[in-house]
């Protein structure tokens, strides 16, 4: 609708506003009588490109000119999220792209709706890259993502009455303003003794506040023109575009597995793929720029994202080889030189494992390259460790017995001069546990360094009236030092500041809730307590715990007791095939659906399952969170990242002594968190010992009459038989140790009852949580990777461009 009178516009949005006008034209070719608010949005991301492509082009230039050392992120996932308003935030241009909107009648607020979130990711690895992109980019660190541009990204997830349902995320299919093809720079990649071509699409990732803009190139999958030339001149036109077809098949499709390894052929395929594509492209630069191929180590330094690129070892070493005619010991210390690696789980069913026979039929070069990899490896172990055969054989490449595999984590770690843990506690139980042998090998191959996540999306983007405010009260230099924040802290007990701080959250749990009327139909109460638990479904993260604990409330409150209102929030994919886990969405949906319009609860309790999270839902989210459940069991998970977004937006951690919560709570303060739960370390003796969760459950009368009540179908229709799956599982083995947990839990939770009745403190709590976050920036992070392990320094970029910028 147009408004009756738009405000004037600043001169950098009157120029995109011309900009825009001029793309309708000459991009969408429309008049403005036919233009869709698509139209537009894509006019203002083209009007925005136009200005950013001047950094771009500028970065190419300075990075070409100068040589510079370049670190390359190898990733089977990059959870991007949408670009248009994280690059208006990194341009400094948001007021003046609402202010030109407005001009045509438009909100900003409706554009950004437009854009389909590029969700080329499963959960928070996929996330971490994206945040470290950015990094690298602010701290203007020449750096080249590589990954694959898959045409169907995660899946969509609707919530129906038998719980979760997929579609397909056709996300390209409007087209998309922010990547260029680049079809000169394709590569053949031989794959069971077939030719697929990749051609790369690249994005420019913008830095905040600099002139750098670095690439992430993914790849796309196309049959060679010449394929199956003979079928196509035998007259068998139409087994010839199969073929086509088949090639095309390994960039379809991003496998929704997270932390699940399933050993599919066409997943091993894809990360041949993409892999020896980026590889290909590093020597190809190489030789552009005049470097012999035994200098590769000194111009690139890869890091693999998990092991899932793992199989760089062996195609850099083939190429080397095979290519460029390297002899073995020289392209072993090339590769060694260039590679380190990044595990991200100890769960034993993420462990990539390929069974040698899929490996020869796909990929019999490269599997002989890892034999000879392995028979030297062991040459030399069988030297150093004399008459420890068992050693030898837990240190192999190959897994022998009936099913003989290739291990990728250790194809990784002995092809890396470094391997990192993510988090302090997930670094010491890699070279306790999983690693255990090789760190004895190699004690100084190993090191932690801790995630952290761009304050730029996950709040100057996410949380604008966050942003403001702290501009108005330290100044703006939070946004690149992220350590600034801790001039908060003398804030913490201004009453006028805590009342701005108040106001702050409360629009953003009014966001929230208007977010949450729309999705679900369900009206919250913004001044209740805002209990949020959003993250992949999976049984190690434990929403049925938190789950649990929302019946024993629901029970106490039908008792009569008297506790403050709570809206408990879930969000978060379940794998398509993993059972149990859509089991805990129908759970919750069922008991959202009763307790949600129990009378009884008289407002107190309502249960939220937002649909289909995501970036974009994300970002409404972590604003509006008072309370941040993280409560994985612990030694599980490694990290955690949406602990650390809330955390910052001035959420209170309720939280186990597990991955990153542990290095959370030391820095905000052990009063400024609710702490529960076993370590990972009385997990480990109570194993030793034998668990059962049935003594635990016995004592528990709460706790029983809770799992009595889903049992008795109180949740599902009368239906008995539905939950009976996880409630026998809880009750038999409960691998993931809720019971032993869930009464300390439940204590804690009493905690945050009491501590939230007194909202001056809550106020001064969640102040120091933002003031205390500072460590947890994704800069700090890449800084760590750059000094330790890349060894990568900042080209600053300057602007340079011929191109005239449109302002
Ligand atoms: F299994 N993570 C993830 F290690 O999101 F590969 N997906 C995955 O497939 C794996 C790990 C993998 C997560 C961890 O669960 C989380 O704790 C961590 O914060 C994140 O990776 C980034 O390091």
Redesign the pocket.
């Known amino acids: 609708m147009a408004s009756p009178t738009p405000a004037p516009c600043p001169p950098k949005g009157q120029a995109l506003l011309e900009a825009m006008r001029r793309h309708l034209f000459s991009s969408q070719a429309k008049s403005a009588s036919l233009a869709t608010i698509h139209d537009h949005y894509v006019c203002l991301s083209l009007a925005v490109r136009d200005i950013l492509l001047t950094s771009w082009v500028d970065t190419a230039d300075t990075y070409t000119s100068q040589h510079v050392r370049t670190a390359t992120y190898m990733s089977a996932?990059f959870l991007l999220g949408p670009h248009l308003e994280n690059n208006l935030v990194s341009l400094g241009l948001r007021e003046e792209a609402a202010a030109a909107c407005e001009a045509l009648g438009l909100t900003l607020e409706e554009m950004l709706a437009e854009e389909p979130e590029p969700g080329l990711?499963?959960?928070?690895?996929?996330?971490?890259a994206a945040c470290f992109q950015e990094s690298m980019a602010t701290l203007e660190l020449p750096a080249i993502g590589y990954g694959i541009r898959y045409e169907f990204g995660i899946f969509r997830q609707q919530i129906g009455p038998n719980g979760q349902m997929e579609s397909t995320d056709p996300w390209l299919a409007r087209g998309n303003p922010w990547e260029v093809i680049r079809p000169e720079w394709s590569y053949p990649v031989l794959i069971g003794g077939q030719t697929v071509i990749g051609v790369a699409y690249d994005t420019p990732i913008l830095g905040y506040g600099v002139h750098t803009a670095n690439t992430l190139r993914l790849w796309s999958a196309q049959a060679p023109d010449a394929f199956d030339f003979a079928s196509f001149n035998a007259g068998d036109y139409t087994r010839a575009v199969l073929h086509k077809v088949q090639s095309e098949t390994l960039s379809k499709v991003l496998y929704p597995?997270?932390?699940?390894e399933q050993g599919k052929r066409l997943r091993l395929s894809q990360q041949i793929f993409f892999v020896s594509c980026s590889l290909q492209d590093m020597f190809r630069i190489l030789g552009s720029q005049g470097i012999p191929v035994t200098e590769f180590h000194r111009k690139f330094a890869v890091q693999l994202n998990?092991?899932?690129p793992a199989i760089a070892v062996a195609e850099l070493m083939r190429l080397l080889i095979d290519v460029h005619g390297v002899d073995w010991d020289t392209a072993w210390s090339i590769t060694t030189a260039t590679i380190s690696y990044?595990?991200?789980?100890l769960?034993p069913e993420?462990l990539e494992a390929w069974g040698l026979e899929l490996f020869q039929q796909l990929l019999p070069r490269q599997l002989q390259i890892i034999f000879e990899i392995n028979a030297r490896f062991l040459r030399t172990l069988r030297i150093r460790f004399p008459g420890q055969p068992e050693l030898l054989e837990r240190l192999s490449l190959i897994e022998e017995g009936p099913h003989r595999k290739v291990r990728m984590a250790h194809l990784a770690v002995v092809g890396s001069h470094t391997v990192n843990g993510?988090?302090e506690l997930?670094s010491r139980l890699l070279k306790e546990n999983l690693f255990a042998d090789f760190a004895r090998v190699w004690p100084d191959r190993f090191t932690n360094i801790t995630?952290g996540v761009t304050p730029r999306r996950w709040l100057a983007v996410a949380n604008p009236p966050l942003a403001a405010l702290l501009n108005d009260a330290i100044g703006t230099d939070w946004c690149r030092h992220l350590d600034q924040l801790r001039k908060l802290e003398p804030l913490a007990t201004d009453a006028g500041f805590l009342e701005r701080w108040q106001g702050v959250r409360e629009q953003a749990k009014e966001r929230l809730a208007a977010t949450i009327r729309q999705d679900t139909g369900v009206l919250v109460d913004p001044s209740s307590l805002f209990d949020v638990q959003v993250k992949?479904i999976h049984e190690y993260k434990r929403q049925h715990m938190a789950a649990l604990q929302v019946v024993e409330r629901y029970l106490r409150l039908r008792a009569g007791e008297d506790l403050p209102p709570r809206t408990v929030i879930f969000g978060g994919k379940a794998a398509p095939g993993y059972a149990m886990a859509k089991l805990i969405i129908r759970l919750i949906v069922g008991m959202a659906e009763i307790i949600n319009i129990d009378p009884a609860m008289d407002g107190r309790l309502r249960v939220i399952f937002l649909p289909n999270f995501s970036v974009k839902l994300g970002q409404k989210i972590y604003p509006a969170v008072d309370l941040s459940e993280q409560i994985s069991t612990a030694g599980m998970?490694?990290?955690?990242?949406g602990n650390m977004k809330m955390s910052l937006n001035g959420a209170l951690t309720i939280g186990t002594l597990d991955?990153?919560n542990i290095e959370i709570r030391e820095r905000v303060g052990d009063d400024n968190f609710f702490l529960f739960g076993h370590t990972a370390e009385q997990l480990a003796a109570i194993n030793r010992n034998g668990y059962h969760p049935m003594p635990w459950l016995e004592n528990d009368a709460l706790a029983k009459e809770a799992i009595d009540l889903i049992g008795s179908g109180h949740f599902s229709e009368g239906d008995r038989d539905l939950f009976h799956p996880l409630l026998a599982n809880l009750c038999s083995s409960d691998p993931f140790r809720v019971m032993a947990d869930l009464g300390d839990y439940r204590r804690a939770q009493n905690e945050v009852d009491s501590a939230w009745c007194d909202a001056g403190r809550w106020s001064m709590m969640s102040v120091l949580n933002t003031a205390r976050c500072g460590f947890f920036s994704s800069d700090r992070s890449i800084q760590e990777y750059a000094d330790r392990i890349w060894k990568v320094a900042p080209v600053p970029v300057n602007a340079c461009s011929v191109i005239p910028s449109p302002s």
Do not use: I, K, Q
Request: aromatic share 0%; no cysteine; glycine share 18%.
């Open positions: 996932e990711g499963n959960g928070g690895l996929g996330r971490l597995n997270d932390e699940l998990d092991t899932h990044t595990n991200h789980t769960l993420a993510v988090a997930h995630n992949r998970e490694a990290s955690g990242t991955g990153a």
